[in-house]
């Protein structure tokens, strides 16, 4: 049996059975491939369902879309935190941070160190220094100073000295 597209194409002795029969492999080859990609289709269609299952049967992508969201106010809350401590740290600078107490007995009849001076300093060792003298008659007489950049408006007196001091020492003890 003689076929003119074989022959047409150099295949004039070719017998039409062996044709047959490497079509037939290659179709065999063919479907078991077919199979093959098949399975491992499928396999990747379960890996993504379940994949994209979430809990209580959310989608994943519902769960990425709010992680992202919750992501969103907690960089807010951050910033509004790191705005709100700056705020803070300004006003502490002008805060009472530093204290010295001093306690002494005035005059040598009285006992009891009833007279006392007390320093009041922030961050830049401004404030007030209040001198509490205890007279021998049980009358008090209490005095004020001002203090700017830890200099006194008005020279302070030993025990006043001492307060002061120990307001300077108090931050780090």
């Given at each position: 049996?003689?076929?003119g597209i074989f022959s047409a194409i150099g295949l004039a002795s070719l017998d039409p059975?062996?044709?047959?029969?490497?079509l037939l492999v290659l179709l065999i080859v063919v479907f078991v491939l077919f199979i093959l990609q098949s399975k491992k289709l499928k396999n990747l269609e379960r890996k993504y369902n379940k994949f994209m299952q979430g809990k209580e049967a959310e989608s994943l992508e519902e769960e990425i879309v709010g992680i992202f969201h919750n992501n969103r106010a907690i960089k807010a809350e951050n910033d509004k935190n790191r705005k709100d401590i700056i705020d803070i740290n300004k006003r502490m600078a002008?805060?009472?941070?530093?204290?010295?107490?001093?306690?002494?007995?005035?005059?040598?009849?009285?006992?009891?160190?009833?007279?006392y001076?007390?320093?009041?300093?922030?961050?830049?060792?401004?404030?007030?220094?209040?001198?509490s003298v205890h007279s021998a008659d049980g009358i008090n007489y209490s005095?004020?100073?001002?203090?700017?950049?830890?200099?006194?408006?008005?020279?302070?007196?030993?025990?006043?000295?001492?307060a002061f001091d120990l307001a300077l020492q108090s931050v780090n003890r």
């Open positions: 049996m003689e076929s059975a062996i044709l047959f029969i490497v002008h805060t009472v941070q530093k204290i010295g107490l001093h306690k002494y007995d005035a005059f040598d009849q009285t006992g009891g160190k009833l007279s001076a007390i320093c009041f300093l922030d961050e830049e060792d401004n404030g007030i220094l209040i001198n005095y004020t100073k001002d203090i700017t950049a830890g200099v006194a408006d008005v020279e302070l007196t030993g025990e006043e000295r001492k």
